[in-house]
């Protein structure tokens, strides 16, 4: 599995204590310590050697020295779907992360002022993505109109609890059509 976390002695984002306001939306991730791709995604990534050249007098070629190499960019690309309301809860904790980490530190945060952190990618075994240290510099998600989305844990976008809403708007009554329609009925009163 490929994962992306942040440093053992971390102590902000989903790492943050109890003490300090607990970790709240991103709570899910700190069970699976930082963001674990639940489908394999596509990684992309390429390796440079930089050379530079000079003329050789009298010479139909030029002559290469090594300058330096290089690591270029790694482009991660996942898809993350969500089946039921735990799922759906990882799913916003995921998006709220990748969101923090491209944002320094600011306002009451002990760190504030200092730019994000650091993270650290591991998948495909030791030869390939072994803790290796990253930044996030870019995130982008979409949000397709085709799907059906679920309801997540906790208050929605207009400050109402859902968590009491969920067993009304469910799905159909018990009891067949009549039982829909006092459902339906429930639900407008």
Do not use: W
Request: charged share 15%.
């Amino acid at each position: 599995r490929v994962r992306l976390r942040l440093a053992p002695n971390a102590y902000y984002l989903y790492k943050i204590s109890e003490k300090n306001g607990g970790p709240g939306i991103l709570a899910p991730l700190a069970a699976t310590d930082g963001v674990v791709f639940p489908y394999t995604p596509t990684i992309e990534t390429s390796y440079q050697a930089k050379y530079d050249n000079y003329d050789l007098t009298h010479s139909n070629y030029r002559g290469y020295f090594y300058k330096n190499s290089s690591v270029e960019n790694i482009s991660i690309k996942g898809t993350f779907t969500a089946q039921d309301t735990r799922e759906a809860a990882y799913l916003l904790a995921v998006i709220h992360f990748f969101k923090s980490v491209t944002k320094m530190f600011y306002g009451q945060d002990a760190q504030a002022g200092t730019p994000p952190p650091l993270v650290y990618l591991s998948g495909f075994g030791k030869y390939q993505f072994n803790e290796s240290p990253c930044v996030v510099s870019n995130f982008s998600y979409n949000l397709p109109n085709d799907v059906d989305y679920i309801r997540a844990n906790g208050f929605n976008n207009i400050g109402l609890n859902m968590e009491n809403r969920r067993n009304q708007s469910s799905g159909p009554a018990l009891g067949g059509s009549l039982g829909t329609i006092v459902a339906v009925l429930d639900r407008l009163s």
